[in-house]
């Protein structure tokens, strides 16, 4: 078939022979060969500048010369990265755009399979073609494509060619990244900047998820249907990419369209379908369930203590929960469940609070208390779940024009910059991969107010957990309270004890069982988060992945965060609060800050 043809061509020797080392070991020493007997191709080769020039103005070497594979020196150039020596054949009449080599291709591709931006900005400055096609039909952005140079193509896509730019073939970027890229970033990159997802090819008529079935290209599978791509579309053959995987015998790749199929609502009751389908129910049904579950279990253990009547209610209440959610089964569920537990268990103990605790704590301080803290805990709440947690903004036309700054000013560095929101880093920041969104100073997605934590609602967030914290000890002070006035006395240790209020006040128990286990992992989270800020001047991402980021290292290799100035010097700037005129705090703009040097750019007010 045409493609396997080219396949084969694609993976043979791109590029002519090049010669032995000149600084080849001879003797158990290296020597230095003598350049005065270098032809053009070889001191191009090696970059020997003074060789080249000596060459063409003293021996009248033509530089438009080919060696015997029909290669310029340009070529040679290009392939190596050699600069100053391209910079030299331009002015002397190169031919930027001539074709060579057993691809035919030009400088511009040879530079681009390389990788070598550099090169590359410097060719199409001088007037080089990337639309320009070699022997296999390829543009150089299909080329970068396939080689997985992603430096590469945001530029060539920002300078103005179409991402979905078909070669002879008709084979699309994306098609190529999907069939032959089994990193992430680059899928993602090309969808970002829109590439259409329904493109098929001119011979196969395989769109970009036959492609990445075809090879089994498991990391982008579950990307390409994110963004809508058709299980069920079909190529010359009749085959849709859910048969592909079929035949294959991809079992992984089959699950994961069995469960968006499932997510669109196929399979279930014709009558559910549209509510399965519909994002806003998904969510109000995943929050809400666990509010069905917990108050029904607290009222299921009120009505009757017997277990032959409560072990199969208790059971009813578990299928219906593990079938709804089943149907129900769509979205983002790891991050709405844990917020519906989170909702749950709150009201259900500030119910208890008011229905049973009230006439036993019924002191002005003690209610006073309560009250504050609910005021503080539901506004620290609602900000950190709702407030903008540090969402990096930019618009297409920006992220366009600062990668071509970046690369035409050679400071283009693929570590620190975002292949999937296509911008720069700063310092500090994180993409999230459940928000699919830049975080300015990212701490972690929080499953528990359903967002990120940065920048923007970090000080509620640590709000939330004190409140929450302080909440869940009036929880657990109430219900003490109350099987001591309402159960006692209690008598033969503690497993009686723990009976008898079982019995006394199964409602409250069950609340009471909950406090314990939440305020063990508040209280971890808590302190957790005030050891990380105000001792150690880290977020959470940083201090997992310090070993990531070089400028958590000290000069001797120890690890020690460069933002922190103390225990006092980091509560003020956590807070953005001077402390009765001992610290003031630094204000950074964590948006725009790239360098981790803040103590030296920024100053205090």
């Excluded at 002519?16 to 003598?34: F, L």
């Excluded at 279930?268 to 809400?288: E, M, N």
Aim: hydrophobic residues 40%; charged residues 20%; positive net charge.
């Amino acid at each position: 078939m045409k493609q396997e043809k080219k396949e084969s061509i694609m993976e043979s020797k791109p590029y002519p022979t090049q010669p032995e080392d000149p600084y080849s070991q001879h003797g158990g020493a290296y020597y230095q060969p003598d350049y005065s007997q270098f032809d053009l191709v070889r001191a191009t080769q090696y970059g020997i500048f003074d060789r080249c020039t000596e060459l063409i103005e003293k021996e009248g070497v033509d530089v438009n010369t080919l060696d015997k594979e029909n290669v310029s020196a340009l070529h040679w150039a290009a392939i190596n990265n050699r600069i100053r020596i391209a910079e030299y054949f331009v002015k002397k009449g190169a031919i930027v755009d001539r074709k060579g080599g057993i691809l035919d291709a030009t400088p511009l591709h040879w530079a681009v399979r390389q990788g070598h931006l550099e090169m590359v900005v410097f060719l199409m400055k001088h007037g080089a073609d990337p639309s320009s096609l070699d022997i296999e039909g390829c543009s150089c952005l299909h080329v970068a494509v396939q080689n997985s140079q992603m430096g590469v193509v945001a530029y060539l896509i920002s300078k103005g060619m179409d991402v979905d730019l078909l070669d002879r073939n008709g084979m699309s970027p994306l098609m190529w990244a999907s069939y032959r890229c089994f990193g992430l970033e680059l899928t993602r990159m090309l969808l970002t900047m829109n590439a259409s997802i329904a493109l098929a090819d001119k011979f196969h008529k395989n769109t970009a998820l036959h492609w990445a079935v075809t090879s089994n290209n498991h990391n982008v599978i579950r990307t390409l249907l994110k963004a809508g791509a058709s299980m069920d579309a079909l190529n010359a053959e009749g085959q849709s990419p859910y048969d592909l995987a079929k035949q294959k015998k991809s079992k992984w790749i089959v699950v994961q369209m069995d469960l968006m199929r499932r997510d669109k609502g196929e399979g279930k009751p014709v009558f559910l379908q549209s509510l399965t389908r519909d994002k806003a129910v998904q969510r109000y049904v995943q929050i809400g369930l666990p509010f069905f579950i917990i108050f029904s279990i607290g009222a299921i253990l009120e009505y009757s203590s017997a277990w032959f009547i409560s072990l199969p209610l208790l059971s009813a209440v578990g299928m219906i929960g593990y079938y709804t959610m089943q149907i129900f089964q769509g979205g983002n569920p790891a991050s709405r469940i844990p917020l519906g537990v989170y909702l749950a268990t709150k009201i259900y103990m500030y119910t208890t609070w008011f229905v049973f605790f009230w006439p036993y704590v019924d002191s002005p301080f003690i209610l006073a208390s309560f009250f504050v803290n609910t005021v503080g805990l539901y506004y620290c709440f609602y900000k950190s779940w709702k407030a903008d947690p540090g969402y990096i903004n930019t618009t297409t036309s920006e992220q366009r024009q600062a990668i071509i700054e970046l690369v035409e000013k050679n400071s283009f560095d693929f570590t620190k910059f975002c292949s999937t929101c296509l911008l720069r880093k700063p310092v500090r920041s994180k993409h999230c991969s459940v928000c699919e969104r830049c975080v300015a100073k990212f701490d972690h997605h929080c499953p528990w107010v359903e967002n990120c934590v940065g920048v923007g609602n970090h000080l509620y967030f640590f709000g939330y957990l004190f409140f929450l914290f302080g909440m869940i000890l009036w929880y657990i002070y109430g219900g003490t309270v109350y099987f001591v006035k309402a159960c006692g006395p209690y008598q033969d240790g503690i497993w009686k004890a723990v009976t008898q209020s079982t019995r006394c006040a199964p409602w409250i128990t069950w609340g009471y069982a909950n406090a314990l286990f939440h305020v063990m992992w508040v209280g971890a989270l808590f302190f957790c988060q005030c050891y990380q800020i105000f001792w150690l001047a880290m977020t959470t991402n940083e201090r997992l992945n310090m070993s990531r980021y070089a400028h958590f290292s000290d000069d001797k290799g120890m690890p020690q965060s460069p933002f922190s100035r103390g225990l006092l010097g980091n509560i003020a700037d956590f807070t953005n609060m001077n402390l009765c005129g001992l610290v003031r705090p630094f204000r950074v703009d964590w948006y725009r800050q790239f360098s981790s040097e803040v103590k030296i750019t920024q100053k205090t007010v």
